[in-house]
């Protein structure tokens, strides 16, 4: 008779699978809750401690660390000496294994956890018990996901034992779903020491879908989201449309990123290839949504929309009339749902915006390597500002290279972006000179350049940039300063009457 070796936390399906072993003729070994669960289905599995003829201990934590546990799995059973062995100390083959473990991530996320809770809920003879038995998936199969219970049960019933490619499979699920339990751990003990560079870094997603393709139409690709539940488009629930696309998710993370900078006020963010092509501020959503159409119309058709107030049926009536791919929003009224779901394919997720705002770490891949940052998340308030030239900029002109100063932070470098009345007007984006940024953001604001504040991500290293703003009206400007040549952009100003601001820090996106 085979024998199974049963020890689980999360039981979905497990009655029905145990009980299909047993229809094939297989003994149960099980442990604790997992036995009781049986015993209540009317299934009569073997106790651990009558295998091992050694009771549980230490509450438990120690069960199934022996060697009548580990030799049954980790005998090579084509080797006569390992056989041998086994016989000489009364040890039976198990021949199946499916365990899965103790919850660590969902303890770590449970609203005041202790410490102490947290530590309890490492599982050790769990990731021992799959490690032994995978190693030696040539003779077992190894289960630690109930989606596998079916296919393994029907491959028993059919040839008597599981597949050698089944079992390759699921050993290597196995090592994947063990080093995954122990990035967790690791990710968890090493933010409570405060280390944000270790010397080494394992870090784990679990995947939410396949994507049709990657950036282009040859590239495959799946989209991931990690640990933490975050404000973040990998938390969101799509109502209605198609699939999300590779671009529409990178779309939509740069379009989130620049509303979580405008908390407190009524916000609406358009964004074009991960750069924002409109951004307004207003008294309410609608009013919002208004300015950001305005600032770029033509560049918003297709594009992403994310707003951080419910979208009610007037908005969602301006919504529909445009072509868009996604709308983001913390949620959708009932009329305005069924507005916009008239348009088949367009995407409209509901993202929580109480979801915590990460203060986690940037991860950008290179060729066999992996760039980690902190996330910019700096914010620049008016008492942080420090006027260089001879005119100080009026109330309203704060106001605004303030919100220029939001935007700026959030468009590839060299970035310039003009700001009026509370919408963007222009914006020069990922260009190889600050001086082609700037006319860039000002041809496509036309007249609505005179008056406007202009924002640059970086200093001025030469006074060209302040020049073209000269010649387009601008009024104030805003930037980092700290060039060796920064008097020459501040005489610049000075002759012709216009304010300019120091923040001391840079925005550069790359």
């Given at each position: 008779m085979?024998?199974?070796?049963?020890?689980?936390?999360?039981?979905?399906g497990?009655?029905?699978?145990?009980?299909?072993?047993v229809?094939?003729?297989?003994?149960i070994i099980?442990?604790?809750g997992?036995?009781?669960?049986?015993e209540?289905?009317?299934?009569?599995?073997?106790?651990?401690?009558?295998?091992?003829g050694?009771?549980?201990?230490?509450?438990?934590?120690?069960?199934?660390?022996?060697?009548?546990?580990?030799?049954?799995?980790?005998?090579?059973?084509?080797?006569?000496?390992?056989?041998?062995?086994?016989?000489?100390?009364?040890?039976?083959?198990?021949?199946?294994?499916?365990?899965?473990?103790?919850?660590?991530?969902?303890?770590?996320?449970?609203?005041g956890?202790?410490h102490?809770?947290?530590?309890?809920?490492?599982?050790?003879?769990?990731?021992s018990?799959?490690?032994?038995?995978?190693?030696?998936?040539?003779?077992?199969p190894?289960?630690?996901?109930?989606?596998?219970?079916?296919?393994?049960?029907e491959?028993?019933?059919?040839?008597?034992?599981?597949t050698?490619?089944?079992?390759?499979?699921?050993a290597?699920?196995?090592f994947?779903?063990?080093?995954?339990?122990?990035?967790?751990?690791?990710?968890?003990?090493?933010?409570?020491?405060?280390?944000?560079?270790?010397?080494?870094?394992?870090?784990?997603?679990?995947?939410?879908?396949?994507?049709?393709?990657?950036?282009?139409?040859?590239?495959?690709?799946?989209?991931?989201?990690?640990?933490?539940?975050?404000?973040?488009?990998?938390?969101?629930?799509?109502?209605?449309?198609?699939?999300?696309s590779?671009?529409?998710?990178?779309?939509?993370?740069?379009?989130?990123?620049?509303l979580?900078?405008?908390?407190?006020?009524?916000?609406?963010?358009?964004?074009?290839?991960m750069?924002?092509c409109?951004?307004?501020?207003?008294?309410?959503?609608?009013?919002?949504?208004?300015?950001?159409?305005?600032?770029?119309?033509?560049?918003?058709?297709?594009?992403?929309?994310?707003?951080?107030?419910?979208?009610?049926?007037?908005?969602?009536?301006?919504?529909?009339?445009i072509?868009?791919?996604?709308?983001?929003?913390?949620d959708?009224?009932?009329?305005?749902?069924?507005?916009?779901?008239?348009?088949k394919?367009?995407?409209?997720?509901?993202?929580?915006?109480?979801?915590?705002?990460?203060?986690?770490?940037?991860?950008?891949?290179?060729?066999?390597?992996?760039?980690?940052?902190?996330?910019?998340?700096?914010?620049?308030?008016?008492?942080d500002?420090?006027?260089?030239?001879?005119?100080?900029?009026?109330?309203?002109?704060?106001?605004?290279?303030?919100?220029?100063?939001?935007?700026?932070?959030?468009?590839?470098?060299?970035?310039?972006?003009?700001?009026?009345?509370?919408?963007?007007?222009?914006?020069?984006?990922?260009?190889?000179?600050?001086?082609?940024?700037?006319?860039?953001?000002?041809?496509?604001?036309?007249?609505?350049?005179?008056?406007?504040?202009?924002?640059?991500?970086?200093?001025?290293?030469?006074?060209?940039?302040?020049?073209?703003?000269?010649?387009?009206?601008?009024?104030?400007?805003?930037?980092?300063?700290?060039?060796?040549?920064?008097?020459?952009?501040?005489?610049?100003?000075?002759?012709?009457?216009?304010?300019?601001?120091?923040?001391?820090?840079?925005h550069?996106?790359?």
């Open positions: 085979k024998r199974a070796l049963v020890s689980v936390s999360d039981k979905t497990l009655v029905e699978f145990v009980q299909g072993l229809d094939c003729g297989y003994e099980s442990t604790g997992t036995k009781k669960a049986l209540a289905a009317g299934i009569h599995p073997i106790g651990i401690s009558d295998v091992t050694f009771p549980e201990i230490m509450d438990g934590r120690v069960k199934t660390l022996h060697p009548k546990v580990h030799g049954a799995l980790l005998c090579v059973r084509s080797n006569p000496d390992h056989v041998r062995q086994l016989q000489e100390l009364g040890i039976e083959y198990i021949d199946l294994v499916c365990v899965n473990l103790y919850p660590f991530k969902e303890t770590v996320l449970k609203p956890v202790t102490e809770e947290i530590i309890e809920n490492i599982d050790i003879g769990g990731p018990m799959l490690r032994s038995a995978s190693k030696n998936y040539q003779s077992i190894v289960l630690c996901d109930p989606k596998d219970y079916d296919k393994v049960l491959e028993i019933r059919e040839n008597h034992e599981t050698l490619e089944t079992r390759e499979r699921l290597a699920k196995v994947r779903h063990t080093a995954r339990y122990d990035a967790m751990i690791a990710d968890y003990l090493t933010k409570k020491t405060h280390e944000e560079f270790p010397e080494s870094m394992t870090i784990t997603f679990d995947k939410v879908q396949d994507l049709r393709y990657g950036e282009n139409p040859h590239q495959k690709a799946a989209f991931y989201k990690g640990m933490n539940p975050q404000y973040s488009l990998a938390n969101a629930t799509q109502l209605h449309g198609k699939e999300l590779y671009n529409n998710i990178q779309d939509g993370n740069a379009a989130i990123e620049i979580k900078d405008f908390e407190g006020q009524f916000a609406a963010v358009g964004v074009k290839h750069n924002p409109g951004v307004g501020i207003g008294e309410n959503i609608e009013a919002a949504w208004d300015k950001a159409y305005e600032a770029d119309s033509i560049s918003i058709f297709g594009g992403i929309v994310a707003l951080n107030a419910k979208v009610e049926k007037g908005l969602a009536e301006k919504l529909s009339k072509f868009l791919e996604i709308i983001i929003a913390p959708f009224s009932e009329e305005a749902l069924e507005i916009l779901t008239r348009k394919n367009i995407r409209l997720m509901k993202l929580d915006t109480s979801l915590s705002v990460s203060s986690a770490l940037k991860y950008t891949n290179v060729n066999d390597g992996l760039l980690v940052q902190e996330m910019d998340q700096h914010i620049i308030n008016e008492e500002l420090k006027c260089v030239t001879n005119r100080k900029p009026t109330e309203e002109e704060i106001k605004q290279l303030l919100f220029g100063w939001k935007v700026v932070k959030h468009v590839k470098s060299n970035a310039i972006v003009l700001a009026k009345n509370d919408m963007t007007v222009g914006v020069g984006a990922g260009q190889m000179n600050r001086v082609g940024a700037a006319k860039i953001a000002i041809e496509q604001a036309g007249e609505k350049a005179k008056g406007s504040v202009l924002a640059s991500d970086a200093f001025f290293p030469m006074p060209d940039t302040v020049q073209e703003a000269i010649k387009a009206g601008v009024t104030a400007i805003i930037q980092p300063g700290g060039s060796i040549k920064d008097q020459l952009s501040i005489d610049e100003c000075n002759e012709h009457g216009i304010t300019m601001v120091f923040t001391g820090v840079r550069f996106k790359h």
